[in-house]
């Protein structure tokens, strides 16, 4: 079984007083490889929710197919439960138990009891780097400790599909890179984890395949990159400078490029082509003392908001 989700044509509507009804979810159709990392993401609003909330058994769709690890949604909604652990947007830990009884009671929920739960939570908690906390409740916890704490249950026990719903939100920089690479590695383990979240940064990082979603539509599928080469194609050149010069920024506007920020002696160029990135680096070199030098392809948020730009503009 190459897939562990397929969604052929789903539809989601919801009934509206006087009203044609509001369609959610428009004809989407998506498939996810086993042991893959896939980001479904879109603005506020675009229908992402939704989509999970069928693929996780919460809402019936209005039509079309979901099959997950084999099993239809819509016609097997128990075998679909087995197979499956999900991270809402909603903290769900119990705040008056230690982080401890928290797996504890979340293991045994899942039938896991015994060496082997010890075995389980003492693997997550070393990944996850939550062993200063096991004593302490819920309730003493941080918003990002407590969003660590739901992240890591999910992987005491053996469910191959995990949904992660905005899974490092109030995380600092530390906690957000542990649990990534926590992620990344449950990954490589063979679990297939759905990704949604507003933090493009993350979602380039861990997905090796995404949707973007508008308006309960696919606007762009694919592999990450593929993904990036549909919105607008620039460059990025970031240099930073011990001493920026009137001529330099003068210099800089002649060239033309898409877009220039300035801050703090550091310039974000954005230019469409690999030969006007390269001169842009040469006129740095030649016009200030540069600190660092730094030329990459557009970032996922550059194609994300030049994609929905698009859609926007083409519905209206």
């Known amino acids: 079984m190459p897939f562990a989700i397929e969604v052929e044509h789903l539809v989601k509507e919801y009934a509206r007083r006087n009203d044609m009804p509001l369609r959610a979810v ?59 652990c999900v991270v809402l947007q909603q903290d769900a830990i119990d705040i008056h138990l230690s982080v401890w009884n928290n797996f504890k009671t979340f293991g045994r929920f899942h039938g896991l009891t015994g060496s082997t739960f010890e075995r389980e939570a003492a693997r997550v908690i070393e990944l996850f780097g939550l062993e200063e906390f096991l004593r302490d409740k819920g309730m003493d916890l941080s918003g990002g400790t407590k969003r660590r704490v739901q992240v890591a249950k999910m992987f005491i026990v053996d469910k191959p599909v995990i949904f992660l719903d905005e899974a490092t939100t109030g995380m600092d920089t530390f906690n957000k890179r542990t649990t990534m690479e926590a992620i990344r590695e449950e990954s490589g383990k063979g679990r297939t984890i759905i990704l949604t ?112 730009d698009k859609k926007e503009v083409t519905r209206a």
Do not use: W
């Open 197 to 308: 979240t507003h933090l493009l940064d993350e979602a380039e990082e861990l997905c090796g395949a995404l949707a973007i979603v508008n308006h309960g539509r696919i606007i762009a599928q694919g592999s990450t990159n593929k993904v990036k080469a549909m919105g607008l194609q620039l460059i990025d050149v970031v240099v930073a400078t011990e001493n920026v010069s009137s001529a330099f920024r003068t210099a800089l506007k002649k060239a033309k490029p898409i877009r220039i920020e300035e801050r703090n002696g550091v310039f974000h160029i954005s230019v469409r082509t690999r030969e006007a990135a390269l001169s842009v680096a040469n006129l740095a070199e030649r016009m200030t003392k540069v600190v660092s030098l730094e030329i990459t392809s557009a970032s996922l948020e550059d194609a994300f908001v030049e994609l929905i």
């Open 26 to 84: 428009d004809d989407i159709s998506f498939r996810v490889g086993r042991g893959e990392i896939f980001g479904l993401l879109g603005p506020n609003g675009a229908g992402k929710t939704t989509t999970i909330k069928i693929l996780t058994t919460l809402i019936p769709a209005t039509s079309g197919t979901a099959r997950l690890m084999g099993y239809s949604v819509a016609t097997m909604p128990l075998d679909v439960r087995r197979n499956i």
